[in-house]
């Protein structure tokens, strides 16, 4: 499918790697939230014809919803759309994958040989999961009682582990790294701790959540709730305990204990909910926009690159210090336009990001808690009630309302910046 464009050229594509060299004044490289967010953004701020997206996939997923299709709440069909709907009209899409970057020639080259150069260069490329760090997986999900809600292939796995649950352990994990949205490792726990008690399963269900972190959750006013919940519901929970191994045919999980090095357990699983190790893009690592690890290097505050002026950054690719969240990005992405809007101009950019995610725990069918906060940990409510109590309006919002305005409102770029629940309090006191 070819996208409208602004200039009747830039339709023509060819399947030979001596493509024309294109340029675009505003080159946009990945079409997930911030992407596609950020070229909607541009195309208001330097016009369509000028702007371009690399993107290789046809389709768009809303993976927050995924938490919910695990448990069987919502399909996996209502989290997808076709990427070509969701383009801006007029911007160029480039159907292809990123191969590499060279900002020192301001150039991309892209899987199939196309050269494009740029004189602004957004980069939203994600993250990568690697699920083949864990011994025995990919492999292991051809096996039955084990589920993933970070993966289309694996999300509806999940659901079925939970409905064929009949008797022991129902075991939950978080990697040792970075993970995007750090709140559904556990998110799938309190909801097949829900299920499990609404068909009568749970008097023989011990349910299991083993993190490789030291702490339940980042932030004390939350963590505090959950340790609440955990302990009323009766869950378990083993702090700095990391999945190495999945034996799949045997229905055993492996976890190294982090703060013994060379301690194993192997715990035996009637369902296994694996969240994959994650790492930075691969195309960002090998470039010199990487950071010492492999993330996208950028000032936290204003999301430029710490080197390369003309280069900026959104969303989970990125090193900013904050929680990867799509509600991250919804902030991040008002306080990137602003600042790419300032430097065309010539101008400091004067817009500060503060570090602003969310995270709607998901606590049962019908309850969320909603955590916001900042960089330093510190919470940044909306509503003016205390949002660590678990609330049936804050499930509504994550279920029915935050879907709504992440299709027509953040990937149009019409809604963000700092407290992005603020203007959904607005909406709701008109």
Known sequence: MIVRVGIAISQFHTSSPASAKQHYKMLVLGGGTGGIAMSSRMKRLVGAENVALVEPSEIHYYQPIWTLVGAGAKTVASSSRPTASLMPSGVKWVKSKVQEINPETNTV??????????????????????????????????????????SVQTVEKTWKALQDFKEGNAVFTFP??????????????????????????????????????????????????????????????????????VRADKQEAVFENLDKPGETKVIEYEMLHVTPPMGPSSVIKGSPLADEIGWLDLNKETLQHTKYPNVFGIGDCTNLPTSKTGAAV??????????????????????????????????????????EFDYNGQPLETFPFNQAKERRLMYHMKTDVMPHLYWHGLLRGLWGGPGPYRKIMHLGMK
């Open 176 to 245: 040792n790294t970075p993970v995007k949205c750090a709140g559904a490792p556990q998110k799938i726990m309190y909801l097949s701790d829900a299920y499990l008690r609404k068909t009568g399963k749970r008097a023989k269900a011990n349910v299991i959540y083993n993190t490789s972190l030291p702490v339940i959750f980042g932030v004390k006013k939350y963590a505090d709730s959950l340790w609440e919940i955990v302990k009323k519901r009766d869950l378990q929970i083993n702090l700095r305990h990391n999945l190495i191994e």
């Open 109 to 150: 080259r892209t899987a199939d040989g196309t050269e494009i150069s740029y004189e602004y260069l957004i980069v939203a490329l994600g993250l990568e999961l690697h699920y083949e760090k864990i011994k025995g997986l990919p492999e292991g999900f051809e096996h039955p009682k084990i589920g993933s809600n970070y």
């Open 330 to 371: 919804a902030a991040q992405s008002a306080v990137l336009s602003r600042t790419i809007s300032k430097i065309l101009k010539k101008e400091k950019p004067d817009k500060k990001y503060d570090g602003y995610t969310s995270c709607p725990l998901v606590t049962s069918y019908n309850t969320v808690i909603l955590a």
